[in-house]
């Protein structure tokens, strides 16, 4: 069954994980991607719970896909946006911290476009380093970056064109939507 190891992949599953999700050994979950077994109905129902699609799916080896699903992260860095967005315009963000209080605040969801590159003054989702993504304000002065916080316990950031490869500093993309839970 193809389809299940399909699905995994994009879940970013390993087969051990996957295993433990279904109360199974992994040598299970090979042998279902392989289609040397099948699986119970137990594990059947417990599988498509585990893979966020339907047993019937998993039984017709069709997937449908929802062009309005985004995919999310409470956290991402730079080097695993290429990997776990592929060829995603468009992904969610959750806020961490408080350096964007009082527009954003920490559990706020932010939607981020990365093939928009933002102008000066806008929003964009950012890493230094290796660290992972920050909503910031970016504004262009010449050939450096100033990242700059609203809330005033933060000072803003500077970063020359230099510091872009040495770090790097990498704009991730432009903030475009905020979605907050009540």
Request: contains cysteine; negative net charge.
């Amino acid at each position: 069954m193809d389809i299940i190891k399909e699905l995994r992949k994009q879940k970013g599953l390993s087969q051990n994980a996957l295993a433990e999700l279904c109360g199974v050994h992994q040598t299970a979950v090979s042998q279902w991607e392989k289609g040397r077994t099948t699986p119970d109905l137990d594990s059947l129902k417990k599988l498509a719970k585990a893979l966020g699609v339907s047993a019937e799916t998993l039984l017709g080896g069709e997937i449908i896909k929802d062009e309005n699903k985004i995919p999310g992260f409470s956290r991402i860095s730079a080097d695993a946006v290429p990997e776990k967005l592929g060829n995603s315009d468009i992904f969610a963000l959750t806020v961490n911290d408080d350096a964007m209080s009082p527009s954003l605040i920490p559990g706020d969801t932010v939607i981020v476009n990365r093939r928009v590159i933002p102008v000066s003054g806008e929003l964009a989702a950012v890493t230094v380093g290796d660290s992972d993504a920050f909503i910031t304000r970016i504004i262009k002065k010449g050939t450096s970056i100033l990242l700059v916080p609203e809330n005033s316990s933060y000072e803003p950031l500077i970063y020359s064109e230099n510091d872009f490869i040495t770090l790097p500093v990498a704009v991730l993309g432009k903030v475009i939507e905020l979605r907050r839970k009540f």
